[in-house]
């Protein structure tokens, strides 16, 4: 690693070794905009997807500066949103072409770790995590990001078996690069999300500082809200589930239970909370079912699947219900990330390297773990050889 007051050199990647555009010429001229209030902090949006993270950022007064998605159904209501397409594929952007930025955030692709993804992938002769070629490698990319710009923090977002994936190899992995090779304090912590909107869904995030900084990831509500809450009066017929349909789940349902498994659908009402929403949703809804007195039960609405999120109502949904139940499913809860991002800007304003004042903490502590900065200069894990790559 480079030391502080020497100059760091261009990482030797592909992404970096294109031709860098002139310094007069803006490749993101919209993010150079003198509108731009120049005590916010700046932050950039990576895998995107709609949107959820800058909404939380821009919450606590940040001003989002660069974003990327690759998928252009998500990038169609992003910009439906944000009045911005967001830039795709992040190995076609140049990293010393991204601006200059405070806080990286990310929910790198958890396809890859996920419990249902690994088993589909293996069902499949597929690989996954790391050896996924589509998207395992993408974490690299983020750490080329902070290893060029070096912000002073990062959020990050992924499922909770990234943790236990391959033996807990894969975020070991995750958490040398970050610590060891790049030197961030790193914490880290498992949140459900049922304290703040009616869904039961867990996710681990990532919290990173260039310098060390004493963190402490925000409190949530013991009790959340219900989820008729969230639920439209009138719903839409045709999110009903047709007798065929409903027969061939209720079918489905008591094979796998004859069989030992816990493979079924899931029935609630309006005092419930939900199962995790997915991104698969949109094939037969059958993890989350809402119960109607006198007739077959019914599918999520879209825009009870946003609230579901914790996105306003605001929030524009200018896609077909396939997509919408699809980019909701693999979206951030807002107001989780909000509270982050809020807990991450508090501490960015404090001294660094000062501890926070009467605060006893446990660095061992289950609910929040600090990693304290290698001393020792690292290189990156080894990575996987990718032919395809560009």
Known sequence: MSSKNTKRAKPKDVRTTKAVLKEEEDPFGSLQNS???????????????????RIAFEKVGGTCVFSS?????????????????????????AVADIPAHDILCGGFPCQPFSIAGVSKKISLGRGH?????????????LADILD?????????????????????????????????????????????????VPQHRERIFLVGFREWRHFEFPKFPDEGPKLGSILEPRPDPKYTLSDHLWNYLQNYAAKHKAAGNGFGFGIVTGSDTTRTLSARYHKDGSEILIAQKGKNPRRLTPRECARLMGYPDSFKIEVSDTQAYRQFGNSVVVPVVERIAKAVADTLKRTAAKPEDLVLYDKHSANSEAIFKSQKPVKYPKRKSNSKSP
């Open 35 to 53: 509108s731009i209030n120049p005590n916010a902090p700046r932050f950039i949006d990576l895998f995107c997807g709609i949107g959820g993270f």
């Open 69 to 93: 998605d690759y998928d252009k159904f998500s990038q169609q209501s992003y910009a439906a949103n944000f009045g911005e397409k967001p830039h795709g594929d992040i190995h076609e952007v």
């Open 129 to 141: 995590g790391f050896d996924d070629i589509k998207q395992g490698n993408l974490f690299f990319s």
């Open 148 to 196: 060029y710009h070096r912000p002073a923090a990062f959020v990050l977002e992924n499922v909770k078996n990234l943790k236990g994936h391959d033996k807990g190899k894969t975020f070991r992995i995750i958490h040398d690069t970050l610590t060891k090779a790049l030197g961030y304090t790193v914490y880290h912590k498992v949140i459900d999300a049922k304290s703040v």
